[in-house]
């Protein structure tokens, strides 16, 4: 049955797993793992960067680029839905000594460039010395166009600011963009990246790998980048039997995005649709996606009901609490995630909303 939970729950297919079996293999501590140097060389190429690093996560690589742009004391402004704030257990703090700031993100997903320059300290030993901008990419399934990624590039360069991505899901955005840019998604990715310092690509959420990301900056960064790297336990050995299938997924998935993409707005069309009938009505929210990922929002009871009768039936799913605000009062609501990949089919689909609608229409 259908998995929702994350991208992250794909299994490798046959010809990855063939090309995971087949690679050649060094010792990537010595840095001469043969696959692992062809990968890094590859996106590297791919994206405009001098050089690039794999490591175990997205966390990981994310932690990697913040230290190795900023020094202990340093701040780095980051938006308060950002993973690097909110989703990595602190670790830019924990581990880095690195003083986040957080702006409260726009409702298209991005932040506001005049709170990013107003949240930039002055050179004065009262405040910690603003070092970096941290931008995500996609962020919540929203993508940020191509003008914005420019505009936060100019600002940081025009302030002696690093710049970096969470590009976790940036082939996400590269897939939604390229159309309107008249381009490959791979050229809208590479686009997306210039003027930034650094980028964290995510091999196993959408791409498909099974584990792995890739820190990608200039030569000087990614030798900075090792050495934290080996601080933080993530140099590994025989990394080839993985960096196969991330070389994989970058030469085979990035286009099939696309249709992870078609099958959320199915699945966002047959909701809205449901959001009018039965135990819906009235009380289903759609938001509808740009990417891969769609969000709905029920009254917390009815939320309960719901995802106790899915998992009867092996859907999974995740969800979240909050309270929403209305004429004075406040309510419960369960906010669900349902995140389409390369293992949803349309059948999928077709099968989770025949689940849906019987349920829309069962007695409470």
């Known amino acids: 049955m259908p998995d929702f939970r994350s991208d992250t729950v794909t299994q490798p297919c046959a010809a990855m797993r063939q090309a995971m079996h087949d690679a050649p293999l060094g010792d990537d501590v010595f ?3 043969p696959t692992t140097l062809e990968l890094q060389r590859y996106a590297a190429e791919l994206l405009g960067f001098e050089a690039a690093l794999f490591a175990p996560s997205g966390t990981q690589t994310n932690l990697i680029a913040l230290m190795s742009h900023c020094q202990r004391g340093d701040e780095a402004i980051v938006g308060q839905q950002w993973h690097t704030y909110k989703w990595e257990g602190g670790g830019m703090a924990v581990l880095g000594s690195i003083q986040p700031q957080p702006i409260e993100l726009q409702a298209d997903g991005s932040l506001a ?3 990013i320059a107003a949240a930039i300290k002055p050179d004065d030993p009262h405040f910690a010395r603003t070092r970096l901008i941290v931008i995500e990419n996609t962020v919540g399934g929203k993508v940020l166009p191509l003008s914005y990624m420019q505009q936060v590039a100019v600002l ?3 302030r002696q600011l ?4 969470d590009g976790a899901r940036l082939f996400n955005a590269a897939v939604a963009l390229a159309p309107a840019h008249q381009c490959t998604p791979q050229q809208m990715a590479r686009q997306l990246c210039q003027g930034y310092d650094s980028v964290s690509i995510c091999l196993s959420k959408g791409l498909g790998a099974p584990v792995g990301s890739l820190l990608l900056g200039s030569a000087a960064l990614i030798t900075r980048a090792r050495r934290i790297r080996k601080m933080l336990g993530g140099g590994m050995r025989q990394t080839g039997v993985l960096t196969a299938a991330g070389l994989y997924a970058l030469k085979h998935n990035i286009a099939r ?7 959320a707005r199915l699945l966002a069309e047959g909701l809205t649709t449901l959001s009018t009938q039965g135990r819906f009505a009235g009380k289903l929210s759609v938001q509808q ?3 891969n990922i769609v969000f709905t929002d029920l009254p917390l009871a009815l939320a309960r009901e719901l995802q ?3 998992a009867a039936q092996q859907v999974q799913l995740t969800s979240s609490n909050y309270l929403q605000h209305s004429a004075g009062a406040s309510a419960e609501q369960i906010r669900i995630r349902w995140v389409c990949h390369l293992d949803i089919s349309t059948a999928d689909i077709q099968q989770t909303l025949d689940l849906l609608q019987l349920f829309a229409h069962s007695e409470g």
Request: charged share 25%; with cysteine.
């Open 257 to 263: 995005l696309a249709d992870d993409h078609a099958h």
């Open 162 to 165: 690093g710049c970096h991505i």
């Open 289 to 291: 996606p740009q990417t």
């Open 113 to 115: 460039l005049q709170d």
């Open 31 to 33: 840095n001469d793992d």
């Open 156 to 158: 940081a360069k025009q």
């Open 308 to 310: 106790a009768f899915l």
